[in-house]
């Protein structure tokens, strides 16, 4: 096992190397490979645009063939990581910089109890991916991202949070808008902004459970009783800040 730096890696970075050079990639580094990824590379099976090269399977296969797996390891999609942190089930302070995987559940049969752990979609992915097999359920996945992004409005999601948030002037700069969102975060009523993020990041079912419990902890600084849902929450804000302004240019739903 490699004591190397974790590596986090997307298409791009695989197309730029050789096989050989893959090889090594995996040799010296942990590979942490997000969900995104593999969507991100299965779009090239439907997009005609990519046949006068070979066939989209011909492309994701040179990919697949790129791509670490004797020393990388599969991270949770984000939105799962959120739902474990809110039921107390994940801690960002003791990940050490370490892939999130799914816990184990207890089982009991008849006296004796157990665990559970059995791989994640994304831990399967991996492993069809090394057979050259995603051809099936990634396909199914590949389409259903599409869809999903099909019906993303980023200016109507801008419009939301700015209209939430208040009246704030438009950053001057990305590093302007990184600085507005702390600010933002830090002098927003505490259960209001729990509210609010609950509901933005699409996990509204978690909110009443989530404001008793922090209420029971003495209602902790946000950052400190739940920073991974700051962490998302401050993406969504400094996203949509920047939205309003000229600072991005070509922004797509996939982003």
């Known amino acids: ?8 890696f997307d298409k791009s970075t695989l ?20 969900p995104l990824f593999f969507v991100e590379c299965l779009a090239d099976l439907e997009r005609e645009m990519y046949r ?8 994701v ?8 797996d004797c020393q990388a390891t599969a991270n949770l999609h984000h939105i ?26 207890v089982m009991e ?5 157990g665990m559970l752990i059995q791989p994640s979609e994304e831990e399967e992915a991996v492993q069809r991916w090394a057979r050259y097999d995603f051809l099936g359920l990634e396909r199914q996945i590949a389409k259903r991202w599409r869809r999903m992004i099909e019906q993303i409005d980023l200016q109507a999601m801008s419009n939301t949070v700015c209209r939430a948030i208040g009246p704030w002037r438009n ?5 302007d808008a990184r600085t507005m969102t702390d600010t933002i975060i830090d002098n927003l009523e505490p259960e209001w902004l729990l509210r609010f993020g609950l509901g933005l990041l699409g ?14 902890n003495r209602k902790k600084p946000l950052r400190t009783y739940r920073p991974y849902f700051i962490h998302m929450l401050s993406i969504n804000i400094f996203f949509s800040l920047v939205l309003q302004t000229h600072l991005l240019s070509k922004v797509k739903a996939s982003h």
């Open 1 to 8: 096992m490699s004591q190397g730096p974790s590596f986090l």
């Open 15 to 34: 197309e730029s190397l050789s096989v050989n050079e893959a090889v090594l990639l995996d040799h010296f580094y942990r590979s942490t490979i997000t």
């Open 52 to 59: 006068m090269r070979g066939t989209p399977e011909q492309l």
């Open 61 to 68: 296969r040179s990919l697949a063939e790129r791509t670490p």
């Open 80 to 105: 799962e990581i959120l739902k474990a942190e809110l039921s107390g089930q994940f801690v960002l302070d003791t990940v050490l910089l370490r892939p999130f995987l799914p816990p184990g559940k």
């Open 109 to 113: 049969l008849g006296e004796s109890k």
């Open 171 to 175: 950053p001057a700069s990305l590093q």
């Open 203 to 216: 996990v509204p079912e978690a909110t009443e459970y989530v404001i008793n419990d922090w209420k029971s």
